[in-house]
């Protein structure tokens, strides 16, 4: 009989079956299409199984496209080039049996592209045979060994030099599950006891301190299914990074002062929602969540009814205020700019695979504009939270440098600045930190000043 994946649904889905999906998944990030996509067209009985092999693929497709290429110099067509590049993936690590894989991996391509069935199973054997030369063939190809692309690599060199490998590495790890009690309904303490009492969260040794300017994250040693979660579904908690919990407090409490009730927050990029809810948690603002994208902005709103919480959606370009401002001056800015995403690629290996060299001075471009756009609408005294979930160097403490180079009324204040995904990162207790992120809090000085 042959394996499974543990995660695919209560129905057992075969090998095979998985695999083909995978390798569909596999092939649209080849072809540019994001993860997230692809999976939302598989099956709903497929979609965890596939979805698990696709992110162990993922995380090894720069070994498994050094190995294709050494056995098969000529890429086949698509669909069949990904079942390889898949097989070879899960092959290098620990999920499955060598030869039922490459069984499953053959049953695959008999059904769906039969002509290539002898292909598959010549290639993946022969893989098999001359394993142990093949891998150390690619010793010196630092694609194949660190599984990022050599821009990428290249990069974090230069930003990191000291830890430009633990952030590689940490990429490949799988993140935690990490939770953000609602201060509206409860403490973080009492919710860690409903987990505990869930069978959820056995250390309740790390005693949590609710103070709502100190975010105090509850980190799952499992990810588990959201209806799992005591009153997720009544808006007791929310899945939220550690490293993204950070960003509402800084700016509420920006100053050593609470915003005020009523006061004027502008949430800009704001999708799926997490960062505006967590603002809404902790004071009561008047906020305005704006995103480009209407689809995504569908999700901030899905977000507010599940928490109880009300803000102003608006579908428009952030960079272009003449379009949607009222021309009344916010008292608060957060401006989750878009960017690469370095920062998450262990939530998202495909991420790595979909970005190229020139994304990155392009988002920078971008970045420089939204904040030029927004600076104008915020008051005179009041601060802009910038951040973003990238660990290169151009979208964080550059765009900032440059940022005040040009604003001659712009201050920065303290802020976390670059946070890496690395062991050399932990907070004091030895607890996961969140993904790569950067912060900077700037404000605008008073008139007359």
Not at 286 to 304: F, S
Not at 381 to 408: N, W
Request: hydrophobic letters at 45%; glycine letters at 6%; proline letters at 8%.
């Amino acid at each position: 009989m042959s394996k499974t994946v543990s995660t695919s649904s209560p129905q057992s889905l075969p090998l095979w079956q998985l695999l083909s999906g995978c390798a569909d998944a596999v092939a649209a990030v080849r072809q540019g299409q994001s993860l997230t996509d692809a999976l939302a067209a598989r099956k709903t009985a497929e979609r965890p199984g596939v979805q698990a092999l696709s992110f162990a693929v993922l995380r090894r497709l720069g070994t498994a496209q050094a190995l294709r290429l050494r056995l098969v110099p000529k890429a086949p067509q698509p669909w069949v080039d990904a079942l390889l590049l898949s097989a070879l993936a899960l092959a290098c690590g620990p999920e499955y049996n060598a030869h039922t894989l490459v069984d499953q991996a053959v049953e695959a391509a008999k059904r769906r592209a039969k002509p290539a069935s002898g292909l598959v199973n010549a290639v993946l054997r022969r893989f098999l045979r001359e394993q142990a030369t093949l891998l150390a063939e690619l010793d010196d190809d630092p694609v194949a060994h660190f599984n990022h692309p050599a821009w990428w690599i290249k990069r974090l060199q230069k930003d990191w030099p000291e830890h430009w490998q633990a952030i590689l590495m940490a990429n490949q790890e799988q993140p935690p599950m990490t939770l953000r009690a609602n201060l509206r309904h409860g403490s973080t303490a009492a919710y860690r006891i409903r987990l505990s009492e869930a069978g959820l969260l056995t250390d309740l040794t790390t005693a949590a301190i609710d103070s709502p300017d100190q975010p105090q994250p509850i980190v799952l040693p499992h990810g588990v299914p959201v209806q799992r979660l005591p009153g997720f579904d009544q808006g007791d908690v929310s899945v939220q990074d550690a490293a993204a919990q950070i960003a509402a407090p800084l700016l509420v409490y920006a100053g050593g002062q609470k915003l005020p009730a009523g006061a004027r927050v502008l949430d800009a990029c704001a999708a799926p929602g997490g960062k505006t809810a967590h603002l809404l948690e902790l004071a009561d603002l008047d906020v305005t969540a704006l995103d480009a994208d209407p689809e995504r902005l569908a999700r901030v709103n899905d977000t507010l009814q599940r928490l109880g919480l009300k803000a102003r959606t608006v579908a428009a370009d952030a960079s272009q205020p003449q379009s949607w401002w009222d021309g009344q001056a916010f008292d608060a800015i957060l401006l989750d700019a878009p960017c690469s995403a370095s920062g998450i690629v262990r939530r998202h290996p495909d991420v790595r695979w979909l970005r190229r060299e020139t994304d990155i001075a392009t988002l920078a471009r971008t970045q420089d504009a939204i904040l030029n756009a927004l600076w104008p609408l915020l008051k005179p005294g009041g601060h802009l939270l910038y951040c973003t979930c990238s660990v290169f160097k151009m979208e964080g403490q550059d765009r900032i440098d440059a940022f005040l180079q040009r604003t001659p009324d712009a201050q920065a204040h303290p802020a976390p600045g670059h946070l890496l995904p690395v062991v050399e990162y932990l907070d004091p207790a030895g607890r996961d930190r969140g993904d790569g992120f950067f912060y900077a809090l700037l404000s605008k000085s008073p008139l007359g000043s």
